[in-house]
């Protein structure tokens, strides 16, 4: 999911309630804001996504929020890691949890199975 914010200084995204993106992405794209105050994005819920890409901007976790982030697998096969949050700052509450889920084992991997 793409979210484009052409003046991030008079706007954000707020999400709240339960998100889900199925094999994707949160990408906030826009220009970056000077305001230490400001957030571009904050969420105020549950989100489960593959990252959180935000380059340049400011990401606000509130209270009681959950996020699941799966990872993104870097196309080089040489790195032994997976990206979940690139953003200028990440502030968080002491309430809120950000929880990093990898592939399990086993065939199929699936959780659900």
Do not use: W
């Amino acid at each position: 999911m793409e979210v484009y914010l052409p003046n991030v200084a008079d706007s954000s995204l707020l999400l709240s309630g339960q998100a889900y993106i199925l094999n994707s992405p949160l990408c906030i794209k826009g220009n970056a804001s000077t305001c230490s105050d400001f957030h571009s994005l904050s969420l105020l819920g549950t989100l489960s996504a593959s990252a959180i890409i935000a380059p340049f901007q400011s990401v606000f976790v509130g209270a009681d929020s959950y996020i699941r982030l799966g990872g993104l697998i870097p196309y080089d096969p040489s790195c032994d890691f997976s990206l979940l949050i690139n953003c200028q700052r990440l502030l968080t509450t002491k309430e809120s949890s950000i929880v990093s889920i990898g592939n399990p084992p086993g065939p199929g991997n699936s959780y659900l199975a």
